[in-house]
């Protein structure tokens, strides 16, 4: 399995990024993905994540500021940010599990698979 991450950079306070994950070697309309975070001098944390059945699950820090989606054609999850923070700033991972479809993940030792992740800098 191969997750690739890529989208992140640099930003300005408010403004807006949007976080690809391509996946390879996973049944992928089977796998829940998942979006994590690490700030410096933090533990990795969960901010999102859709399901199987395209339900979704945010952090509340990222409620009605994140939305992740996937394309199951082009095997890829998306992690379109807005309104973003300086708090906001980290290194994002994508994860992925195969699942049944209600099992809804959400805790880092619950994921399979990783991503190499991608640096995200809010500045204020």
């Known amino acids: 399995v191969q997750l690739q991450a890529c989208g992140g950079g640099l930003v300005q306070a408010g403004g807006s990024l949007r976080l690809s994950c391509a996946a390879s070697?996973?049944?992928?309309?089977?796998?829940?993905m998942a979006w994590f975070r690490q700030a410096p001098g933090k533990e990795r944390e969960f901010v999102s994540a859709?399901?199987?059945?395209?339900?979704?699950s945010y952090t509340d820090s990222v409620k009605g500021r994140f939305t992740i989606a996937r394309d199951n054609a082009q095997k890829t999850a998306y992690l379109q940010m807005r309104s973003l923070k300086p708090e906001d700033t980290a290194v994002y991972y994508c994860a992925a599990k195969s699942t049944i479809l209600t099992h809804f993940p959400t805790r880092i030792d619950e994921f399979d698979d990783w991503g190499q992740g991608t640096l995200v800098t809010v500045s204020s």
């Open positions: 070697g996973l049944t992928f309309s089977r796998t829940a």
């Open positions: 859709i399901y199987r059945s395209g339900s979704t």
